[in-house]
């Protein structure tokens, strides 16, 4: 099983900054994808950022929204992911959510599982 957990959000205004982090725990062979979703009051879950290694080589795909604005890492020895958030806008006001696949032993065999972490609230005022 893997336990994420996001901290770091707030109540920032137009223009301001923040970081979100994301911590992953537990029992696990490897994490693949990890990646940041939002959810705004009334408006489906979207995606803002994921990222993946591959070799020494890191993977990244923003949503279109937030290209030149966000930038997502990750540190593979501690497990974590954080989202450098600038220029933030009172558009970008929602929770955001950690979300990863692992691969894990399970049920006698290898498999991946998909984890969402509970989410931090964001609130950016005009």
Excluded: H
Aim: hydrophobic residues 35%.
């Amino acid at each position: 099983q893997v336990q994420l957990v996001e901290s770091g959000g707030g109540l920032v205004q137009a223009g301001g900054s923040l970081r979100l982090s994301c911590a992953a725990s537990g029992t696990f062979v490897s994490i693949g994808t990890m990646g940041w979703y939002r959810q705004a009051p009334g408006k489906q879950r979207e995606l803002v950022a994921t990222i993946v290694t591959r070799g020494s080589i890191n993977y990244i795909n923003y949503a279109d929204s937030v290209k030149g604005r966000f930038t997502v890492s990750r540190d593979n020895a501690k497990n974590t992911m954080f989202l450098q958030m600038n220029s933030l806008k009172p558009e970008d006001t929602a929770v955001y959510y950690c979300n990863c696949n692992a691969r894990i032993y399970s049920g006698g065999g290898l498999g991946t599982y998909d984890y969402w972490g509970q989410g931090t609230q964001v609130t950016v005022s005009s």
